[in-house]
């Protein structure tokens, strides 16, 4: 019963992708001070704001629009995303979520394996638009691994959070913080300390879905 939970056998719809975008808009308000914090240690201490900006918009826009499917959310989310955080994580996070909208098309819903490969699909965009790679201290070193193990949501958070503080010793060679060299070593990166958010979210509201049977 409990693995069930954590792998999350229920279809993925509309409903989901608004609860999962309402519940990370959320843990962003409640962690938007963290994450400013490091992005005061490596870069220019606006991540948190950045993200809760752009997080309250698609929460106001899924409320809005109330889109049908699965993908035209994830497209909406994204394009909110892109238009309203002028930093490089809404253009990235918008290209992801877009990326993993586009991929699902216009079904009514889908099962957590296709949700999980338009996930990876939206990931490989973000690693396109920013031109980085594992271990280059990004959003990416908690995203890869983080998709890679879904459909299992709970081993997805794991391996986003793991992802994100392996990040702590690396240099970063993408984005502002490449700016400061050695310098960056030793600051766990914002962009991945938020993405494990996300998949903190995705747990949280796939565990909801199946206890609701
Ligand atoms: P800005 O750097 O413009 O101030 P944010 O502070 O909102 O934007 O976001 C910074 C985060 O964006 C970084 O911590 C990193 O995870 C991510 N990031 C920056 N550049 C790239 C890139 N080229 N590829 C992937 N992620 C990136
Ligand atoms: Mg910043």
Excluded: C
Excluded at 32 to 53: C, F, K, P, V, W
Excluded at 185 to 212: I, K, T
């Amino acid at each position: 019963m409990e693995e069930e939970v954590a792998v999350g056998t229920a279809e993925v719809d509309a409903g989901l992708v608004r609860r999962w975008l309402a519940a990370a808009a959320a843990e962003i308000d409640r962690e938007a001070g963290r994450l400013t914090e490091l992005d005061s240690a490596i870069g220019d201490a606006d991540h948190g704001s950045n993200m809760r900006r752009g997080s309250a918009a698609v929460v106001a826009a899924l409320e809005r629009e109330e889109p049908a499917t699965p993908g035209a959310a994830l497209v909406l989310a994204g394009r909110t995303l892109v238009s309203t955080v002028g930093g490089a994580a809404g253009p990235l996070y918008g290209t992801l979520l877009r990326g993993a909208g586009k991929d699902l098309g216009d079904v009514p819903s889908v099962s957590p394996e296709a949700f999980a490969e338009a996930m990876r699909a939206g990931v490989a965009a973000v690693a396109r638009l920013g031109g980085a790679a594992a271990g280059d201290k990004t959003m990416l070193d908690a995203l890869l691994p983080a998709t890679e193990a879904l459909p299992d949501v709970e081993a997805a958070r794991r391996a986003a959070t793991e992802g994100a503080v392996a990040t702590v010793p690396l240099r970063a060679r993408k984005g502002r913080a490449s700016y400061l060299g050695e310098r960056s070593v030793g600051h766990e990166d914002p962009g991945a300390a938020s993405a494990a958010l996300l998949f903190a979210a995705l747990e949280q509201v796939v565990g909801e879905a199946a206890a609701d049977g």
